[in-house]
């Protein structure tokens, strides 16, 4: 760690060296600078090298810049946690921004958690470029609780301003499986929320559009490529009883949804599943889903 970096800001990036510089300058605009940008170029064949090195030698804060075999988004996310300086770990995606005050926010809040064992990190808003709350408002005031208690209890949606400690980030890397370069973010936030609470705050720290060839918009494509982890990912949360039954068995439909995308490894997917028997009266329902999206998803991403 670096005690002059308090936050380590992670891009992982693929041939998208026209939208950096934008990213870049909001960060240039932060009223402080207590950070660092670590980019993980994920096998781009564009100018990224090129735009990178330019931004590197202009910048005012420090600048790791990294290139790897094309992985996907989470293995790049695993690197850019092995590069970090800093004690704070915030994700930022290549074609988002961060409002000029966002760090200096995120400095503060995360001074009421860091000597807090139990608490993972912070969460703030997410807005859109026109400043709207990405899907409903948060909390009223500052709350510490589990993310669960957060989506399922308080009924919060929409994508959320994620910062962990960096060290507890170490601890629950993003699973890899072969052959495999999409992974929801979702597996590892779920594994940390199961034994540890965050700070949920009400204010905007990052700014996006969803573009049309982003991760975002092209969801159910990469889930029904990459089967294997989204697989993982629904079989942990129906286990996780504090969702309550309907929201597990609406993670048993999307496990059955998507299960038949692998038919290589069904037996290991069954295994999954260990004691939780009421999964197997929703095959029929995940199985509609699954025809559906054969007949409505284009075979090509």
């Not at 936050?7 to 939208?19: K, V």
């Not at 690197?79 to 074609?95: H, L, P, Q």
């Not at 399922?152 to 959320?160: F, I, L, N, Q």
Request: aromatic share 14%; hydrophobic share 40%; with cysteine.
């Amino acid at each position: 760690m670096d005690s002059t970096i308090l936050i380590s800001i992670c891009t992982a990036t693929y041939n998208r060296s026209e939208l950096l510089p934008i990213l870049y300058r909001s960060l240039e605009a932060q009223i402080i600078t207590n950070f660092e940008w670590i980019v993980i170029d994920d096998g781009s064949t564009d100018t990224t090298d090129q735009v990178l090195n330019e931004l590197i030698q202009n910048a005012s804060f420090p600048i790791q810049y990294y290139k790897q075999e094309n992985q996907g988004k989470h293995i790049a996310i695993n690197t850019g946690v092995s590069k970090a300086k800093g004690e704070f770990f915030f994700i930022v995606d290549s074609d988002d921004r961060l409002p000029s005050d966002a760090i200096a926010i995120l400095s503060k809040k995360v001074q009421h958690i860091k000597d807090h064992t139990e608490i993972a990190g912070v969460v703030g808003l997410k807005c859109y470029f026109n400043k709207q709350v990405v899907g409903s408002s948060s909390l009223e005031r500052d709350t510490i609780c589990d993310i669960f208690d957060y989506r399922y209890t308080h009924k919060v949606k929409g994508d959320r301003a994620e910062v962990f400690k960096t060290s507890i980030l170490k601890q629950y890397p993003f699973p890899k499986f072969a052959e495999e370069k999409f992974l929801p973010e979702s597996i590892v936030w779920n594994r940390i929320g199961q034994h540890y609470q965050m700070l949920f705050f009400n204010e905007n720290v990052y700014e996006c559009e969803y573009l049309a060839d982003g991760l975002s918009a092209r969801s159910i494509l990469l889930r029904r490529k990459y089967p294997k982890g989204v697989i993982h990912l629904y079989a942990e949360l129906g286990a996780i009883i504090k969702i309550g039954l309907v929201n597990r068995c609406k993670a048993y439909i999307n496990f059955w949804r998507f299960f038949f995308c692998d038919k290589s490894s069904m037996f290991h997917h069954i295994q999954l599943l260990k004691k939780q028997y009421v999964s197997f009266l929703w095959i029929p329902v995940g199985m509609l889903f699954y025809l559906k999206d054969c007949l409505t998803q284009k075979k090509d991403i």
